[in-house]
C-alpha cells in the first residue's frame, strides 16, 4: 500500500490522513518537505485500540524465536533502505550526512538487531522450597509483556531514539503507538513501511504525528488503555508526562535534560582532550542531551585548552547537509535557533568573554534561510549564571579553569541534572575516582558518546528515571510473573 505524499499517521497497518495539517520544513534552508498529518484525539484512540487487538492477534502468540527472527529482518529492511533513511534524516534535522549515515541510521539497525539477542538469551530465576506442611514447592519467574506501550521521541537523534525504545519494546512482546517529534516525522513514517514489508502484524508498530501539549503527545498521555510511557525530551516535559501516567498508576521510563560537565585534568593528553571536549560539545551542532556545555580545565592548562578549543571551533564548516564533507550543520528549527541565540544575547549581555561565535555564520544565498548558529564558547561567567544553569542544547559551551579535584567534582555535581560527564586525565586512580564521586548516568573517561548497548543507560536527578540498554530494557518492557508449584 503505497503512502501518500507528505506524512500521515500509521495506524493498524494502514496509512491515515488528517484534516488538521502543519509544514514540515528543512531547517538548513527552510524548504517544505511535505505536509504532516496531525493526529486527532480519535485517531490516537484508534492507533491504541489496533495496539491493543494486536496483543490478542498473531503478535500475542508468536514465540520469542519467531518474534526476534522478525526483528532481524526490520534491521535488515531499515538498511535494505539505508540512503532513504539518511535522506529522510538529514532533511527533517539538517544533520550532516556523515551523522546520520554513521551513526542515527546504523544504530537504528542495531537497536533492533540488539533486543532481538537479549530477549533470546536471558534467562529467569527459579526456587525450590519446603513448604509450611513439609511438602516441596518450586517457584519459577517469566517473562511477559507490559502490553501497549507509548512512545514519544524528541527530534535530535529521530531514529535513533526512537527505535531505542522500539527494539526493546516490541522484542519483549508488547505494541507500540509511537509519537515522533512534530521537527522531525520522517524516519517513523519510513519505519512503517519496512514494518509492513517483513510482515511485523498489523497494529504492532503505530505511528500518530502531531505535537504535544492538546495535540497527539497529550492524547497518547492521557488515554487510559496505554500500560506504560517511555519518553524522551525535555525534563519539564517529562513531568507532564509523568503527571499524566500517574493517573491509572502507569509506569514511565524516562531520558530526559542534562547540562553535563567535561572535566580536563592538566596531566590529559592534550591533544585527544582538545579532541573530545570539541566533540562532546559541537557534534550535531550540540543537539545531544549528552553533550558537554560546560567545561572545566585544571589551571596550569587553561590558556592553552582554550585557544586550542578555539582554533577547533573555527576550523568548523557550516554547508549544505547533504554534501560528505560538511561536519556542521543548522539547528532544528527557527524557533530552536531564537532560543539559542537568546542565549548568546543573554551571555553577551552578563559580560562573558566570547572566545569565538556568538552569532550567526555568513552562509551561500541556498542556505542563507536556515537554522545556522555560530559554534561558541565563553569564559568568565560565574556558575550561578543561567549559561551554567540551563541546558541551552545548542552548538556552545562555557570554559572555566579549576584547581584542585575536590574543586572540579564539586563544580561538575553542582547541578539539578545528573545525564553524563566526560573526564580526560592520564592518571588511573583520578579516572576512577571520577567515575566514583561524579553524580551522573553515564561517566566517560577519555571518551564521549562511546556506546556498549549492553549497559545501562539513563540518568541520575532531573536527567530521567530508569535505565535503558541490554537486560536492563527488560525490566521496564516486561513485567515478571512469579509461578509457585506445590509439588
Ligand atoms: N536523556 C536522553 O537520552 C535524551 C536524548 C535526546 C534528547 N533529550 C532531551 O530532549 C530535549 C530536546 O528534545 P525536544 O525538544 O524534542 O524535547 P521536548 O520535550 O520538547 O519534546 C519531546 C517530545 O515530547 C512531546 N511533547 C511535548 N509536550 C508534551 C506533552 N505535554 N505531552 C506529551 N508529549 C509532549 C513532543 O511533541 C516531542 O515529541 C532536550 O532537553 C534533550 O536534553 C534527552
Ligand atoms: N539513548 C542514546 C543516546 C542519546 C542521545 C541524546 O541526545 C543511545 O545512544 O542509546
Redesign the pocket.
Known amino acids: 500500500m503505497t503512502r501518500p505524499a507528505g506524512f500521515p499517521n500509521f495506524i493498524d497497518g494502514r496509512w491515515v490522513e488528517s484534516a488538521r495539517r502543519f509544514e514540515n520544513r528543512n531547517p538548513a534552508d527552510n524548504s517544505l518537505i511535505g505536509m504532516v498529518s496531525e493526529a486527532s484525539r480519535a485517531d490516537v484512540d484508534a492507533a491504541v485500540r489496533a495496539a491493543r487487538a494486536a496483543l490478542d492477534g498473531p503478535w500475542g502468540k508468536m514465540s520469542i524465536a519467531k518474534r526476534a527472527e522478525l526483528m532481524h529482518a526490520v534491521a535488515d529492511g531499515i538498511m535494505a533502505r539505508f540512503d532513504e533513511f539518511v535522506a529522510a534524516e538529514v532533511a527533517d534535522t539538517g544533520k550532516p550526512y556523515a551523522m546520520a549515515s554513521h551513526l542515527d541510521v546504523p544504530r537504528g539497525a542495531a537497536n533492533f538487531k540488539m533486543f532481538a539477542d537479549v530477549v533470546k538469551n536471558v534467562a529467569t530465576e527459579s526456587f525450590e522450597m519446603v513448604a509450611p506442611d513439609g511438602g516441596d514447592a518450586l517457584n519459577y519467574a517469566v517473562r511477559v509483556p507490559k502490553g501497549v506501550i507509548g512512545v ?6 529521530p531514529l535513533l ?1 526512537m527505535t531505542w525504545k522500539v527494539g526493546p519494546a516490541l522484542a519483549c512482546g508488547n505494541t507500540v503507538v509511537v ?5 522531525t516525522p520522517a524516519t517513523a513514517a519510513l519505519l512503517a513501511e519496512v514494518m509492513n514489508e517483513v510482515g511485523v502484524p498489523p497494529g504492532v508498530y503505530n505511528v500518530v504525528q ?4 492538546d ?4 492524547f ?2 492521557a488515554h487510559p488503555d496505554v500500560d506504560a510511557y517511555t ?8 513531568e ?2 509523568m503527571a ?1 501516567a500517574a493517573r491509572g498508576i502507569r509506569p514511565v521510563s ?5 547540562k553535563n560537565p567535561g572535566i580536563v585534568f592538566a596531566d590529559c593528553d592534550f591533544d585527544a582532550a582538545v579532541a573530545g571536549i570539541l566533540r562532546s560539545a559541537f557534534f550535531n551542532s550540540g ?4 553533550g558537554t556545555e560546560r567545561v572545566y580545565v585544571q589551571r596550569p592548562i587553561f590558556e592553552r585548552f582554550v585557544a586550542a578549543l578555539k582554533a577547533g571551533a573555527e576550523a568548523m564548516r557550516p554547508g549544505d547537509p547533504n554534501d560528505k564533507d560538511t561536519n556542521f550543520g543548522p539547528l ?1 528549527s527557527q524557533e ?1 535557533r531564537g532560543k539559542v541565540l537568546g542565549y548568546y544575547r543573554r551571555a553577551a549581555e552578563e559580560g562573558a568573554t566570547v572566545v569565538t561565535g556568538g552569532g550567526v555564520p555568513d552562509m551561500p544565498a541556498a542556505l542563507a534561510n536556515g537554522a545556522w548558529v555560530q559554534p561558541t564558547i565563553w569564559t568568565g561567567l560565574p556558575e550561578s549564571s543561567a549559561l551554567i544553569r540551563e ?1 541551552i ?1 545548542g552548538p556552545c559551551c562555557h570554559v572555566a579553569p579549576f584547581d584542585t579535584e575536590e574543586q572540579a567534582v564539586a563544580l561538575a555535581n553542582d547541578t539539578r541534572y545528573g ?1 553524563a560527564a566526560t573526564v580526560w586525565t592520564k592518571d588511573v586512580g583520578t579516572a576512577h575516582r571520577m567515575g566514583k564521586r561524579l553524580k551522573v548516568g553515564i561517566c566517560w573517561i577519555n571518551s564521549w558518546f562511546l556506546r556498549d548497548l549492553r549497559t545501562a ?3 541520575a536527578r532531573q ?2 528515571i530508569g535505565r535503558e540498554g541490554g537486560v536492563h530494557s527488560l525490566e521496564f518492557y516486561t513485567e515478571l510473573r512469579n509461578v509457585c508449584i506445590k509439588l
Open positions: 514519544i521521541c524528541p527530534w535530535n537523534l531514539l509519537k515522533p517529534s512534530e521537527e502531531g505535537h504535544g501539549q495535540s497527539a503527545g497529550a497518547l498521555t519518553f524522551t525530551g525535555e525534563t519539564g516535559t517529562g507532564a508526562i499524566a524516562m531520558e530526559l535534560g542534562g543537539q545531544v542531551c549528552l532544528v530552536h541546558e542544547f545525564l543507560f539513563g540518568g536527567s530521567g
